[in-house]
């Protein structure tokens, strides 16, 4: 799973008789890999809600690529007196009909991911961070944060 994630590398590849030729490691299937890659996702959400603090800021990006654009979250937040700062999210933002990229979107996406993932409410985040002025104005108008 690194060799194809760290190398971009398809799925497929774990079949390929080159990967299992110069390998020792036991044969999976392209069926088999994204369950695994599933399971550590889920392992990962799980130990980053475990130390979210009941106070954490979110840090939002956003870029188009190919007509799709995708929205990146970072919760910033302290662990033992450390900045940390983990990314919950990266994602195509417009998955419905509806769905929009505005703040009010953005915020619905958070209202979902946060709770659902992570076990936390958007009201426990104290500072938004982007890289557009008029969306984290309205965002941080919509959340009530100031």
Same mark, same amino acid.
């Given at each position: 799973? #690194?060799?194809?994630?760290?190398?971009?590398?398809?799925?497929?590849?774990?079949? $390929?008789? /080159?990967?299992?030729?110069? $390998?020792?490691?036991?044969? #999976? $299937?392209? *069926?088999?890999?994204?369950?695994?890659?599933?399971?550590? &996702?889920?392992?990962?959400? =799980?130990?980053?809600?475990? /130390?979210?603090?009941? =106070?954490?800021?979110? &840090?939002?990006?956003?870029?188009?690529?190919? $007509?799709?654009?995708?929205?990146?979250?970072?919760?910033?937040?302290?662990?033992?007196?450390?900045?940390?700062?983990?990314?919950?999210? &990266?994602?195509?933002?417009?998955?419905?009909?509806?769905?929009?990229?505005?703040?009010?979107?953005? =915020?619905?996406?958070? *209202?979902?991911?946060?709770?659902?993932?992570?076990?936390?409410?958007?009201?426990?985040?104290?500072?938004?961070?982007?890289?557009?002025?008029? #969306?984290? =104005?309205?965002?941080?108008?919509?959340?009530?944060?100031?």
């Amino acid at each position: 799973m #690194v060799w194809i994630v760290h190398c971009n590398l398809p799925l497929a590849f774990c079949e $390929s008789r /080159e990967a299992r030729r110069y $390998s020792n490691l036991q044969p #999976v $299937s392209q *069926e088999t890999l994204p369950a695994g890659m599933d399971g550590v &996702m889920l392992t990962i959400e =799980r130990a980053i809600a475990a /130390e979210l603090l009941a =106070r954490f800021g979110i &840090m939002l990006g956003g870029w188009t690529h190919a $007509s799709e654009h995708y929205l990146d979250v970072f919760a910033c937040y302290e662990v033992d007196t450390r900045p940390k700062t983990a990314l919950l999210s &990266m994602t195509p933002l417009l998955n419905a009909e509806d769905d929009d990229l505005t703040a009010r979107g953005h =915020r619905e996406f958070l *209202e979902t991911i946060l709770p659902g993932d992570y076990g936390v409410q958007l009201e426990q985040c104290r500072f938004f961070v982007g890289d557009n002025c008029s #969306v984290n =104005r309205q965002l941080a108008t919509l959340t009530g944060c100031r």
